[in-house]
């Protein structure tokens, strides 16, 4: 498993985004060396708190967020807390299952398991 590099380049090269480009290559530097140091919660939310400015809520604010709550969550849990716990509202880095997790307990699943799927209400009312 691992963070899509290719679809985050993409990412960074959009138009709502190409502007901050060097900001967010230097703020995700600065969170890779944050991984195995004293504290890294701590400098990952004060790296955030100084790239961005409080109440801003646009593309860029967004993007910094979102990395700032995938690092947390990687630091504390690895790849598989990233996968697990990764933000589905907005912008959020790509993860590429290419191999089996383990500890792995599907053999442990039942032979059913019910899904349910999010829908706007006009897909509700037309059974689509």
């Known amino acids: 498993m691992s963070i899509d590099v290719d679809w985050l380049e993409l990412e960074l090269d959009s138009p709502e985004l190409v502007s901050s480009k060097k900001g967010v290559e230097i703020f995700i530097s600065k969170l890779i060396d944050t991984i195995n140091s004293k ?3 701590g400098k990952i939310l004060k790296y955030f708190e100084d790239a961005t400015p409080l109440n801003e809520k646009t593309k860029n604010y967004e993007v910094f967020d979102s990395l700032r709550h995938a690092f947390s ?7 598989y807390d990233l996968y697990t716990h990764q933000s589905n509202e907005g912008w959020y880095p790509k993860i590429v299952l290419d191999s089996e997790l383990t500890p792995n307990d599907i053999s442990d699943l039942p032979s059913y398991i019910e899904i349910y799927r999010g829908c706007d209400i006009s897909e509700f009312t037309s059974n689509k």
Do not use: M, R, W
């Open 39 to 41: 504290n890294p919660e």
């Open 73 to 79: 969550v990687f630091i504390s849990g690895g790849l």
